[in-house]
């Protein structure tokens, strides 16, 4: 069904930027996709959320994200981007795309495989 691929990370120093995009693949016209986001994991924590972004253009960023990060949205793509600033170390982690949305009338949930933002003092 539905495929995501993650783009754009890598190993930048601290204050630099990163953008990392999220291609979603599968959908049609019973599979399809509300919102995508951003989430990540750093090791030994839990998998957080970063931004997310409705088929609206209605926004979500935790905390740690505003001011810095900016998600954006391709509906004809089916791509969302993360542009990220101002990075700090603690902001290394592995960064995840997931998709929301519904195959015929049941809620689904999606998950790219994950991209490696490494970010050095």
């Known amino acids: 069904q539905v495929q995501l691929v993650e783009s754009g990370g890598g190993l930048v120093q601290a204050g630099g930027s990163l953008r990392l995009s999220c291609a979603a693949s599968?959908?049609?016209?019973?599979?399809?996709?509300?919102?995508m986001g951003w989430y990540r994991q750093a090791p030994g924590k839990q998998r957080e959320l970063v931004a997310s972004?409705?088929?609206?253009?209605?926004?979500n960023y935790a905390d740690s994200a505003k001011g810095r990060f900016a998600i954006s949205r391709d509906n004809a793509k089916n791509t969302v981007y993360l542009q990220m600033n101002s990075l700090k170390p603690d902001d290394t982690a592995v960064y995840y795309c997931?998709?929301?949305?519904?195959?015929?009338?049941?809620?689904?949930?999606?998950w790219g495989q994950g991209t490696q933002v490494t970010v050095s003092s």
């Open positions: 997931n998709a929301g949305g519904r195959v015929l009338f049941d809620t689904r949930e999606w």
């Open positions: 599968g959908t049609n016209i019973v599979v399809k996709i509300n919102t």
């Open positions: 972004i409705m088929t609206t253009g209605s926004t």
